[in-house]
């Protein structure tokens, strides 16, 4: 079955579409990507993102962002299946984040009905909602598809995404769904891209190469390694709520110093991300062998080192590979969510999300032109 | 196959909920009821509905009604299942209309792919987005149900539902989709509620007892026959918007003196409602032999004795009778528009939404237990 996966981040910049062939191959699910493109929203849809983003949207606003998004979406897939001229039998989109507070609801905007009926072709969407309907997280919702694709028979494995967040899939030698272990590990690029942005003024630390030129303030790391997020059990789950601009700020004017470089915040932010991920593959997975490294954090390569490094100081044996589709994978892993929910299969992992049971995910949209 | 429909108007009341059993006899669909309640809304989800009305509805507050909606949905069929001791095989939820403005977008909240996990059960949702991407009003969607249910083999008839507006399905005998004729010919109960509001404080003219104690207004019903609505040719549709409040008490305080009795004022507005209905009829259908009447305005015999004198005036033909199923059949319409999408039959008639082709309706979750 080919499927387009299509994914939206919460920076509300592009929509990444993967278009992939899925298939059963010896009992195994085996995704292939064949096309991939990432295309910038429309500067309107980004303004009504944005406003969605303030407390007072109207209603007129959320709903025509619902319909907006789907238009953006239908346009994005065409532009990739004309480029690659292909056709995707159906489509998943995740949708927009605008709203998202388990136990009570959560809210992937971006009207699957109508995306299908533009495109006369099958959607599957709002992957989120039947799990915190069930008392889970609604997320993470990726673990099913690192063990469909990353599990391995004979290496213990994790699968790491560093995204805004950093998040990990646990995976032991051919370990079943069941006793899969993932969880955030805390920030991921959040707070580098804070230190960045707060004395370089720069978006990111490109390839860590701020950071690379600085140094730990060994106090401002003390203090924000004794947040009670990094000691707590699995599973966890944290956001930008927690890790917030205001309290990087707060801690940036606290512990930097006007004598001492400024590079030495970003170090200190990176270092943050580096030691929350090496202490939480030391505490719940010292077996590791592979760590397989996706998302944005993958292609900077000092926090990649710092890493590696921290690992190999705690005797671990785990080496860090970046995955071969570091930038696809989240719009890989709705793809094969949507073919999950059109295999009437479940896509959630109760014991990850903490979902009271199983669920076939989302809903599907047939409005195929008749 | 049993399917629930749940049905929720814009009074914000109560949930209504129809059990049919749907099949295919002598490659017709027949539709069945066999169980039905109204069940009101809890005060909490009321407060909701009209807080999500105002302008500044938050996202906490639009997303946690979604939830909430399924919630309200899943206790009331539930209630009616154990009621009656049955169990729909799938729901059709429409959920509630808090924008509809096409050919921009459609709202109606309610998250089937929650609802869906919380019972356990098949559920459609989302009727309206699809025709409404399609270039359509995304309604009337009721016509293709009076088709399947009331289109006779000899007879001509109307389908009239009387609700705040009022609406005909214009079926002549054997009438094949492609050339019903469906529209909203203006003011059903609106005005009357409204003038039975704001001259007696009273929710409604009950029976019509108020309307039948009192004479027309003449010059106040002529200024209302010039709203350029009732000369419209059809497809038209209109709703609130054009029928405020507002407008009624205009026309209240310019026509109502103060010796004449108060209740002139909602006979005015009941002879405007049987008016533009007869009127619509006559030019419409003059064939019409039956008019198969539903909706609360049903139930108003001084309304209902208007529309036959004044068709009988213009020597029509045409007898009311009151559908067996008047309050129910609205949630029976959505059962059986959720019994086309699974059969993957379409459920818009473009002719009369003037979408631009047919379409599959709404979106299916199967959040079954596994």
Chains 1, 2 share one sequence.
């Not at 109207?58 to 979406?73: C, G, K, N, P, Q």
């Not at 947040?227 to 927690?242: N, Q």
């Not at 900077?300 to 970046?322: G, K, T």
């Amino acid at each position: 079955m080919r499927i387009a996966g299509v994914m939206t981040g919460t920076s509300f910049d592009a929509i990444d579409v993967a278009l992939c062939d899925i298939e059963q191959k010896g009992g195994r699910d085996a995704v292939s990507l064949f096309a991939f493109t990432s295309v910038p929203f429309s500067e309107q849809t980004q303004d009504l993102l944005a406003q969605s983003q303030q407390a007072n949207a109207s209603l007129e606003e959320l709903s025509d962002l619902a319909f907006a998004l789907a238009r953006e979406y239908a346009d994005a897939i065409t532009a990739v299946e004309r480029q690659h001229n292909v056709h995707a039998d159906a489509i998943a989109i995740h949708g927009q984040t605008i709203w998202h507070h388990p136990p009570l609801s959560t809210w992937q905007i971006g009207n699957g009905s109508a995306l299908s009926a533009m495109l006369g072709r099958t959607v599957i969407s709002d992957f989120r909602s039947a799990d915190v309907a069930l008392g889970g997280q609604g997320a993470p919702l990726v673990p099913i598809f690192d063990h469909a694709t990353i599990c391995d028979n004979r290496l213990h494995r994790i699968a790491l995404n560093i995204g805004g967040m950093a998040n990990v899939t646990i995976m032991p030698p051919s370990c079943s769904l069941d006793s899969l272990i993932a969880f955030d590990t805390g920030p991921g690029n959040v707070w580098i891209d804070a230190g960045a942005r707060l004395t370089f003024g720069k978006k990111f630390d490109n390839n860590g190469s701020i950071a690379q030129a600085g140094r730990v303030i060994t106090p401002m790391l003390a203090e924000m390694k004794t947040l009670p997020y990094f000691a707590a059990e699995p599973p966890k789950s944290t956001g930008r709520e927690l890790f917030t601009l205001k309290e990087a700020q707060r801690l940036i004017t606290k512990y930097s110093h006007p004598s001492s470089p400024l590079e030495d915040v970003v170090t200190t932010m990176t270092e943050l991300s580096a030691w929350s991920i090496a202490d939480h593959v030391m505490r719940y997975a010292p077996a590791t062998q592979e760590i397989i490294v996706s998302g944005g954090g993958s292609q900077n390569s000092f926090l990649m080192e710092r890493i590696a490094l921290l690992l190999e100081e705690n005797h671990s044996p785990a080496q860090l590979v970046v995955h071969q589709h570091w930038q696809e994978k989240e719009a890989m892993a709705f793809a094969y969510l949507g073919y999950l929910t059109l295999m009437g299969r479940p896509g959630n992992v109760p014991y990850v999300t903490g979902a009271s049971r199983m669920a076939i995910l989302g809903s599907v949209s047939r409005s195929v032109v008749l």
